[in-house]
Nanobody, 122 residues
Framework: QVQLVESGGGLVLPGDSLRLSCVDS????????MAWFRQAPGKEREFVAA????????DYEDFVQGRFSISRDNNKNTVFLQMNSLKAEDTAVYYC???????????????WGRGTQVTVST
């Protein structure tokens, strides 16, 4: 059974960095594509980045290209989202998700964490 727990969120200044982590307590982590989505107040959940089970394939939404980096450590059942040059518009709850194939659509992912809050503000 996949159980995802995110951590690493917080309150930071514009231009700062954060590294989010998501740990899966299950036994088949490397079989799943993993993704990060985010949801800002009053907005729909949106795709941020995804990575294949092996880590060989990554995909990013345009607004995070060059600033965010997704990676995974299959020995530790963990996926990461390194976020640099954070902006106020990055403020949201960030969710990790696991699915059978890599994609950008939330419905493609069967398992979700509860989210971690990221706030970028002066």
């Amino acid at each position: 059974q996949v159980q995802l727990v995110e951590s690493g969120g917080g309150l930071v200044l514009p231009g700062d960095s954060l590294r989010l982590s998501c740990v899966d307590s299950g036994r088949a982590f490397r079989a799943y594509a993993m993704a990060w989505f985010r949801q800002a107040p009053g907005k729909e959940r949106e795709f941020v980045a995804a990575i294949s089970g092996s880590g060989a394939i990554t995909d990013y939404e345009d607004f995070v290209q060059g600033r965010f980096s997704i990676s995974r450590d299959n020995n530790k059942n963990t996926v990461f989202l390194q976020m640099n040059s954070l902006k106020a518009e990055d403020t949201a709850v960030y969710y990790c998700a696991a699915g059978s194939v890599i994609g950008r659509i939330a419905q493609e992912y069967s398992f979700w964490g509860r989210g971690t809050q990221v706030t970028v503000s002066t």
